[in-house]
């Protein structure tokens, strides 16, 4: 991100990298409490696949097909202020994912601000 590169491995590696981590999770999910953690962890892993999503709407690979360009001359200018638009929201969703795993790592490192937090606190999910 400092050098304006966020990542730096191709769309498809990271969602096959992200369906995997998908599956572990889920996996260890089922057997944690509902509590912090595991809101964290679940907000986490949601604010990965948002950003793959927005990461996937402005993907351009570096070779482009011929009829990959078909019917697309109008297109340009919007295209281009909706690919910042999404560039940012990736940006920003994955920020958000380092921060849910900052508070998992604290809440496991026993931080009084998020061992204390109530069920009734934690994020739905959905």
């Known amino acids: 991100e400092d050098k304006r590169i966020v990542a730096r491995v191709p769309l498809q590696s990271f969602r096959k990298d992200l369906s995997e ?3 572990d999770l889920a996996e260890s999910l ?3 409490p509902q509590n912090r953690l595991r809101a964290e962890l679940t907000n986490a892993l949601l604010c ?3 950003g793959a999503f ?3 709407r402005v ?3 570096r070779v482009v097909s011929v009829s990959d360009l078909a019917g697309s001359e109008g297109r340009f200018a919007a295209d281009r202020s909706q690919q910042i638009s999404a560039s940012y929201t ?3 969703n994955w920020r958000q994912a380092v921060e849910h795993l ?3 790592e604290s809440f ?3 931080a009084p601000a998020l061992a204390s937090t109530s069920k009734d606190e934690i994020p739905s999910a959905n």
């Open 30 to 32: 089922v057997w944690l």
């Open 48 to 50: 990965y696949q948002d």
């Open 108 to 110: 496991l490192n026993g």
């Open 54 to 56: 927005w990461w996937g």
């Open 21 to 23: 981590a998908d599956l």
């Open 90 to 92: 990736v940006v920003i």
């Open 59 to 61: 993907y351009q690979p």
């Open 102 to 104: 900052r508070r998992a």
